[in-house]
């Protein structure tokens, strides 16, 4: 085998390797990315779901306090008991 042939071997085998380290690169700063941006969006919506679910849940008890209440007073006078449920239900409906 010549020099010519050895070298021309060489540089086939480093091109080879620097393709596959490329590829191998590419794969892993994908993966990583992905990771990342799934994370990012899993922050940003549980926070946003939560803003939401407290603006919803203060925007219904602020229209419907006065039902919410009424229909619990038996609760506090000791008018029913927790299993009662159709009494509170008549309660509720006393109310309207």
């Avoid at 219904?60 to 159709?86: H, P, R, T, V, W």
Wanted: hydrophobic share 40%; with cysteine; charged share 25%.
């Amino acid at each position: 085998m010549d020099f010519q042939t050895w070298v021309n071997l060489t540089l086939q085998a480093i091109t080879i390797a620097l393709a596959l380290s490329g590829v191998i690169g590419y794969l892993a700063i994908r993966n990583k990315a992905k990771k990342q941006a799934s994370k990012i969006a899993t922050e940003i919506s549980t926070k946003i779901a939560k803003e939401t679910a407290e603006k919803v849940t203060n925007e219904y008890i602020q229209k419907n306090l006065f039902e919410i209440l009424g229909c619990y007073k038996s609760f506090s006078l000791g008018e029913n008991d927790y299993f009662n449920a159709k009494k509170l239900e008549e309660n509720k409906n006393e109310i309207k």
